[in-house]
């Protein structure tokens, strides 16, 4: 059933409170919204859509997807026109079929007209995110491993499209280089080997930044071990074979993730090494968008 929603909770039925900053939904929409509308406005629906002509359209789902960026169109619309009105028949997350009414929108048209691309954009690109997740999620199931995304992301739009992976039942990783350390081989090779370089981490790390670690043999993973300084391990381009090892080694002692080659192919025998996490770039960097529409119903 639509749920009407009022101006003042515009997106609070669209998603679970706190899962997105509203600051960045109103960054993105902005952003996007400037971008079409540049410094003229919509020429065409101002020069054939008489000023105060209502409209009515339905955003639609063309195809079977994990829905995600409802929050973003309410907020595009109601960006350019503050009273229109929009009712809910979905939320972000939800599972649909396709041809699903997600939305309906009644208003002025040129805002309907206006606003139409700049939000389809956003909600096909975060709903084919949350729909791939979604397909690692599924094929993990029953096993403690859990699907999280990386940094391989459109610049400016991170928040977003891992705000996408959440909706699909993913995890995120860090956010950013502030959030985490994250020590690669290049700073370990920089740093001059596995124990100097986490001496140094731990000495300067807050008590609430974890430590994560990246290797790329057994050998490297017992030396991690052997200092005790590491909270996480990446477990770069192993074999499945060297994972379900490393499993065996770390007997729990630290976080494992595989990262590398995870693939809707590989990700089951992945998680059958008993790995606690893999991370995919693929689920945020080359997810197909997922199809949408917006039906006018006048």
């Not at 009644?106 to 979604?134: C, F, K, M, P, Q």
């Not at 985490?180 to 300067?204: P, Q, S």
């Not at 790390?205 to 391990?233: F, N, S, W, Y």
């Not at 192993?238 to 595989?258: F, P, T």
Request: charged fraction near 20%; proline fraction near 3%.
């Amino acid at each position: 059933m639509l749920q009407s929603l009022p101006v003042s909770t515009t997106t609070s039925l669209l998603y679970p409170e706190g899962f997105l900053s509203p600051l960045e939904i109103d960054a993105a929409v902005e952003r996007a919204l400037a971008e079409d509308l540049g410094r003229a406005g919509d020429v065409t629906s101002i020069a054939t859509i008489p000023a105060g002509t209502p409209a009515r359209a339905a955003v639609i789902a063309r195809k079977a997807g994990v829905i995600s960026g409802l929050p973003l169109v309410a907020a595009a619309f109601r960006r350019l026109a503050p009273d229109i009105d929009i009712k809910a028949g979905a939320r972000d997350g939800d599972n649909v079929a396709a041809k699903t009414e997600l939305m309906t929108i009644s208003g002025d048209a040129r805002a309907v007209l206006s606003g139409e691309r700049a939000a389809l954009n956003l909600l096909g690109h975060l709903s084919g995110i949350a729909s791939a997740t979604a397909q690692f999620v599924r094929l993990v199931k029953g096993t403690p491993t859990r699907i999280c995304c990386t940094r391989k992301t459109t610049p400016g739009l991170r928040a977003l499209e891992k705000y996408g992976v959440r909706c699909g039942g993913g995890f995120n990783h860090r956010f950013g280089l502030d959030d985490a350390m994250l020590i690669k081989d290049n700073h370990i090779a920089v740093a001059g080997g596995v124990r100097g370089v986490l001496e140094r981490a731990r000495a300067n790390a807050g008590h609430l930044v974890k430590i994560e670690i990246e290797v790329d043999t057994l050998d490297q993973l017992a030396d991690v071990l052997d200092t005790g300084l590491a909270d996480v391990v990446l477990l770069d381009n192993m074999s499945v074979d060297d994972m379900r090892k490393a499993v065996a080694m770390s007997a729990g002692r630290v976080v494992l993730e595989a990262s590398g080659g995870i693939t809707l192919e590989t990700i089951a025998a992945v998680a059958a090494t008993g790995v606690d996490y893999a991370s995919s770039g693929w689920i945020t960097r080359s997810a197909p968008s997922l199809d949408v529409a917006l039906d006018i119903e006048m």
